[in-house]
């Protein structure tokens, strides 16, 4: 069956997540893998934009999205192949500084203090993302809000310093769990 296989060759969506979070990111000038280290190290955290509003989602939110859309464009590669958001529902995206005080409150300790650099480049107060789409079409929602996915982050991330050699199998557990969701 040549032809079916060509035609799903030529298929091609284009998918946009938010402001995406979860275990194992140790990216710098990152907000979470920032704050993470601050409060293992029992340090302050410094923000940039504390009014900075983002779409914040666990990693596996979009994943999950990634995959039912494939699933649909190989039942339907012309109908599905367009564009998606994956993200928070609209009224889920919150300021960075709302974001560092949940973060505050889950680990049960911690500080920060806003840092405003006059040479850093210019970064966009706001950023939200039209879900609707992958919603009416596609069946899909977040599972989490951001309180959630923040929570699922941070439970990664104590788990990985007071656990680290159970670190894959907390993974996996984290993944079946979002799965229950």
Known sequence: NAQKYT??????ASVR?????????WAKDRLIPDIVRALQKKEKIIIRNPQAVRPW???LE?????????????????KYAKAYNFGPQLNDALPVEEMVNLAIGIWKEGSYEVQQDK?????????KLDICQANAEL???PRMNARKALEFTLDWYRQYYTHR???????????ED???L
Do not use: M, R
């Not at 979009?62 to 012309?78: H, K, T």
């Open 178 to 180: 979002f799965f229950k």
């Open 165 to 175: 050699d159970n670190i894959e199998t907390y993974t996996q557990k984290q993944i």
């Open 119 to 127: 040479a850093q480049p210019h970064e966009a107060g706001l950023l």
């Open 57 to 59: 989602q666990h990693v």
């Open 62 to 78: 979009p994943l999950a999205g990634y995959l039912l859309l494939g699933s649909y464009l190989v039942q339907d590669s012309v």
């Open 17 to 25: 997540a938010g402001n995406v979070i979860g275990g194992g990111d």
């Open 139 to 141: 069946g899909w929602k």
């Open 7 to 12: 035609q799903h060759q030529k298929t091609i």
